[in-house]
């Protein structure tokens, strides 16, 4: 039936809760295009011979059309979407993305992706003096500079600013500063303990 | 090294560097982390926290971080072994070791750099004097390279006549010495016994340096009461050390008095009490808590059926009607409530149980949310000691530390249920080892061992509550034997630990007197009763009078036990 690809693209998105990333659907993408492009010429074919008369096919025509913008929105809503997401993941994860969220991007969106990443780098060091500012420190204002976090999984060591050495194994707990850890808890290695 | 001045030679030194704490796992440990943990983020030092059961784990736990810190703090472990010798640390690394066992090494006690002790001084530690153990190498050598030539031959004889005189008499005074340090040691180490309790030393440095609040005072409060539950002090002690916490909790809840100067219902309040000695009361039915609480139910002996009646005859005496003990304690009547304790306390005098009323603290907050330090304490014990989730050890540790923050109440709530699943499993094993006569008088000592396949057995195989369901049965056993020598007997108590690997755990524990000095000598009896019959056993607990012992060794070592003790 038409226009039911282009809303299952939508549909698996919502599905996919968490600001989680799935797969990119190239395939469904193109199956829609598809779909679209014969709407448009089946449409194209009925215009012709409304023109010469055939007054009945107007109604089956503008139904197609409804369909095409149906099919368009939802494609533009899928992609969009997934760019708010990708946005996001810039934020959580900091410059360089893991590569099980790679593989799920279409080279466009690893394009964009990377401009996007320049363009906020730009914009960091282009405000607070010399040395830029950091925009993703700090999301939520700190009520200190240390806090107290607690391993959830066995991570290894990990390098703080002066230079030395903390080793996260599971369970044990840290009193770290605060812009060294956050995003860590980010990826749910650390968590943090609010009493 | 014992230290002087807590804020000087131990806070002022680490306040500026990394640090990272070895916490064992028993509750007084935990709440001396908590009141440490306060201070640490006041002053913003950073820290690394890890949870260690036992010696092996310490030493992973050292091995894991020795290259990233240099400041180590060791709560309620350490102390009662040579630490150097164990963890072979570098020089520049130090050990800030805050322990309750004793005795206290005396290789700790006398090393100047690395080692040092937060211990309250006014404990009677009974260290040997310097001198008397350690003798310095080096006047042994000496004589041997002043030999000087170029003198008359006749004179090099008498020389050499008068240096072997000397060096006899030097060897014998050696050979005396020695034996006398080790009469002196042996002294000094034959008994494992506990001092003060590791939360109130941390508590009395954060008053020290007038960072003290309410809340760490509670965990010291805690930190004691666990050192009662467990039965590791002496009533003397409990009391003494009651009454210099009383003078703190007055010092801090000192509002609310009038009506002027009254706080917000919401603030915790710590009251002092004189408290029924019945476990978990508040939250259980009066009836449920009878019947666990090791002291009510050893002087009923409810595992009889004549206990069964005279606890009827009890509840009947107070005038209490069953439907209203049976159902939960909170929404018992309140008149019944008003003067229950005077109600219960008459009575139980009639009924030999002179003992049931006790000092302890309880904590307010809120409404509804009224606790005493003991219920704390079960709950906290009990989260620890989990048995229902497979998981890491540590995990437990998490949860047990978290359950002593006000902020998770759920922790805590869950805690008060497992803590009341395991006083049953107590009582009921309590009941059947006494029922069928599973407790042997061995001579020297008592001996009753659980066997693979009893309900619950597997709690059992967890150091602490081992211990408790041990003091249970020997206070149970006490009260029904007619024997009077079994009376003044210790005991020791084995159950499976690990079928898989056909170990057993063991404890010994001292007997149960009135005047027991809680000095417990199974320590170094366990050892040297595994040294003479090469069994395979391990001491990883940091007490010492608890052991893993393969299954098929029991029997050799129970026999060497047996002689080394008649």
New interface residues.
Partial sequence: MAGERAVGLVRELRGATGGNLPPFRAEGLRQALEEMRALYERNQADVSEAKSGRTDLIFLIRFRHCCLLRNQRCILAYLYDRLLRIRALRWEYGSVLPNTIQFHMSAEEVEWFSRYKKSLATYMRSVGGEEGLDLTQDIKPPKSLYIEVRCLRDYGEFEIDDGTTVLLKKNSQHFLPRWKCEQLIRQGVLEHILL | MFISDCRREFYDVIVSQ?VLLLVASDVDALCACKIL?AL??CD????????VSGWQELETAFL??K??FKYFVLINCGANVDLLEILQPEEDTFFFVCDSHRPINVVNVYNDTQVKLLVKQDDDLDVPTYDDIFRDEEDEEEDSENESDGLEPSEKRRRFEEDVIERTMKRRQRREWEARRREILFDYEQYEYHGTSSAMVMFDLAWIMSKDLNDMLWWAIVGLTDQWVQDKITQMKYVTDIGILQRHVSRHNHRNEDEENSLSIDCMRIAFEYDLRLALYQHWSLYESLCNTSYTSASLKLWSVQGQKRLQEFLADMGLPLRQVKQKFNSMDMSLKENLREMIEESANKFGMKDLRIQTFSIHFGFKNKFSASDIVYATVSLMENIEKEG?E??N??KAL?SL?R??LDKLHQGLDLAKKQLRAIQQTVASCICTNLVISQGPFLYCSLMEGTPDVKLFSKPVSLCLLSKYLLKSFVCSTKNKRCKLLPLVMAAPMDVERGTVIMVGIPPETESSDKKNFFGRAFEKAADSTNSRTLHNHFDMSIIELKTEDRSKFLDALISLLS
Wanted: glycine content about 4%; overall charge negative.
């Fill in positions: 990394r943990q640490f983020q913003h030092v950073q820290y690394t926290l890890v949870p894991e971080h290259d990233q890491p540590t995990t540790f998490i978290d923050s902020g998770n």
